[in-house]
């Protein structure tokens, strides 16, 4: 029998009991059956989490460190993320159910984002103003924006974590992170081998549990002065009020129904490949997954065929296993999700081309929650299969018949995330990229990502931006400073 291992939270540098004394099992979503069980934290943890922020914020070693010994802990940090990412990797399988393949190669990627704004530390830059008024001098800092609440999801725990955690420390602030209830584990994991490394005591601190219990005091503290949160929509939009009630910033990276969409002239082999990997790849379970199919009426048939050949020879089964490439759906209430919106997609009139249904074969394990890939043709885009957000291995295929026309259709939903375009016409790649409301649009290629490239949505796919230079002012205030050298103070009841 597996042990089930006990994580308790972690606050001010050390391990935190509940305050309540209640726990909560993690299950592995392969088996079907409890690994871990994790701390259940409320009101009373959360304000003792964001306390010690706060405390971390203003006094203690964190805010006497200059930008450039910063800069230096940060690029320390990646080392021991680089050191540990195979054993981050199996925990991270462990509670999400993806390919040990994919989360090695996130956390072994990983480490470059706290190299990279460890470098960008020490080159926050104010400026001296140029003023059209003599006798004074004004320039402008920059500034931590204070204690940041980091709310994570449970598909890609570490890396949307550390998208949101390298900036924030970078810029000199002080974090509370709250994990997925799903996830905690290897985000409690990691923050323990930062702390081993000399990350101050309270600069990061970790509360697990329910949004209701955790994430709701978190976002609602006064002392927390912005939320960088990664999930759905509805949820993002709850944050989102609930913030401005305090006119808290925020960071609302959130959902997508991203169009894959391929022209005629593509080439149809790349685009195959690059279709299936943005639907099926991590089961589905990504904000950027390309899970409309957008493809040119000329070549639907042959084009759809060819996917579906390719989707239809996909091994599922264990995520450990190297020969694994579709892995189960992380959670029950997921499962069931995503074969309702199947179910509501042949309601509506859709015709299902490959998968359906669950797959249950002696590979998918004892207990897990499998999906078989599916592809849904006949789809309108009205439908609702086209137009929600599934988190799934569904792709809803759309034919198109011009460029317009494409456009339309893409641009067609509330959501703005990512797009691919699949043309071996350079005009028309340039030509797409600026027409499709998008956040990231990918051009003869699907799903890449850098620490150096911005990323984030249009429309309902949320506010803000992660990853490059321009992540770290989304954790930075500006001050303007204004020094009278000489300018009379004149009448102190008018304002000049």
């Known amino acids: 029998m597996t042990e089930v291992r006990t994580y308790p939270m972690f606050i001010d540098g050390k391990d935190h009991s509940p305050s309540g004394g209640e726990w909560f099992p993690s299950d592995n979503p392969f088996l079907g059956s409890a690994w871990a069980r994790i701390a259940k934290g409320g009101v009373e943890d959360v304000d003792a989490a964001v306390r010690a922020a706060d405390r971390a914020l203003t006094s203690g070693p964190w805010p006497e460190y200059t930008a450039t010994q910063r800069g230096a802990l940060l690029r320390k940090l990646g080392d021991v993320l680089a050191e540990h990412a195979e054993e981050l990797a199996h925990l991270e399988v462990r509670d999400n159910g993806k390919l040990?393949?994919?989360?090695?190669?996130?956390?072994?990627?990983?480490?470059?984002?706290?190299?990279?704004?460890?470098?960008?530390?020490?080159?926050?830059?104010?400026?001296?103003?140029?003023?059209?008024?003599?006798?004074?001098?004004?320039?402008?800092?920059?500034?931590?924006?204070g204690v940041v609440g980091i709310i994570t999801p449970w598909n890609s725990p570490l890396m949307l974590l550390i998208w949101k955690l390298a900036p924030a420390l970078a810029a000199g602030c002080t974090v509370v992170v709250k994990p997925s209830e799903f996830t905690s584990a290897s985000t409690l994991e990691l923050i323990?081998?930062?702390?081993?490394?000399?990350?101050?005591?309270?600069?990061?601190?970790?509360?697990?549990?329910?949004?209701?219990?955790?994430?709701?005091?978190?976002?609602?503290?006064?002392?927390?002065?912005?939320?960088?949160?990664?999930?759905?929509?509805?949820?993002?939009?709850?944050?989102?009020?609930?913030?401005?009630?305090?006119?808290?910033?925020?960071?609302?990276?959130?959902?997508?129904?991203?169009?894959?969409?391929?022209?005629?002239?593509?080439?149809?082999?790349?685009?195959?490949?690059?279709?299936?990997?943005?639907?099926?790849?991590?089961?589905?379970?990504?904000?950027?997954?390309?899970?409309?199919?957008?493809?040119?009426?000329?070549?639907?048939?042959?084009?759809?065929?060819?996917?579906?050949?390719?989707?239809?020879?996909?091994?599922?089964?264990?995520?450990?296993?190297?020969?694994?490439?579709?892995?189960?759906?992380?959670?029950?209430?997921?499962?069931?999700?995503?074969?309702?919106?199947?179910?509501?997609?042949?309601?509506?009139?859709?015709?299902?081309?490959?998968?359906?249904?669950?797959?249950?074969?002696?590979?998918?394990?004892?207990?897990?929650?499998?999906?078989?890939?599916?592809?849904?043709?006949?789809?309108?885009?009205?439908?609702?299969?086209?137009?929600?957000?599934?988190?799934?291995?569904v792709l809803a295929v759309i034919p198109f018949r011009d460029e317009d026309h494409a456009v339309e259709l893409a641009n067609d939903v509330r959501y703005g995330l990512a797009a691919g375009v699949w043309t071996s016409d350079t005009g028309r790649g340039f030509r797409m990229a600026d027409r499709v409301r998008s956040g990231t649009v990918w051009v003869n290629t699907y799903r890449a990502v850098s620490f150096m490239a911005p990323f984030g949505g249009f429309k309902d796919s949320g506010i803000g931006r992660e990853n490059g230079s321009a992540a770290i002012e989304e954790f930075l205030d500006t001050k303007t400073v204004w020094i009278n050298t000489g300018a009379p103070v004149g009448n102190p009841f008018v304002i000049r």
Not at 104 to 123: C, E, I, V
Not at 382 to 387: F, L, W, Y
Request: with cysteine.
């Open 100 to 145: 040990f393949a994919e989360m090695h190669a996130q956390l072994s990627y990983l480490p470059q984002w706290f190299y990279y704004y460890g470098g960008l530390a020490d080159k926050i830059e104010g400026a001296v103003l140029p003023l059209d008024k003599k006798g004074y001098f004004a320039y402008t800092r920059k500034e931590p924006i």
């Open 192 to 393: 323990r081998l930062f702390d081993a490394a000399g990350l101050p005591p309270g600069v990061v601190n970790v509360v697990t549990g329910f949004g209701a219990d955790v994430g709701s005091p978190l976002v609602e503290h006064p002392l927390v002065r912005k939320i960088s949160f990664t999930g759905s929509d509805g949820t993002g939009r709850f944050i989102g009020e609930a913030a401005a009630r305090d006119f808290k910033h925020v960071g609302l990276e959130l959902g997508g129904k991203s169009p894959n969409i391929v022209f005629a002239d593509a080439d149809l082999d790349a685009a195959v490949n690059g279709v299936v990997s943005g639907i099926f790849a991590a089961t589905g379970q990504t904000c950027l997954a390309g899970s409309r199919l957008l493809v040119q009426e000329s070549i639907h048939d042959e084009f759809v065929s060819r996917v579906v050949e390719l989707a239809r020879t996909a091994r599922m089964g264990d995520p450990m296993l190297e020969t694994t490439q579709v892995g189960p759906v992380t959670t029950p209430a997921q499962y069931r999700k995503v074969l309702e919106y199947i179910a509501i997609a042949k309601a509506e009139g859709a015709r299902v081309v490959c998968g359906g249904g669950p797959a249950d074969g002696p590979e998918c394990g004892t207990g897990g929650w499998f999906v078989q890939p599916t592809i849904l043709t006949g789809v309108d885009n009205r439908m609702r299969i086209a137009q929600e957000e599934v988190f799934g291995p």
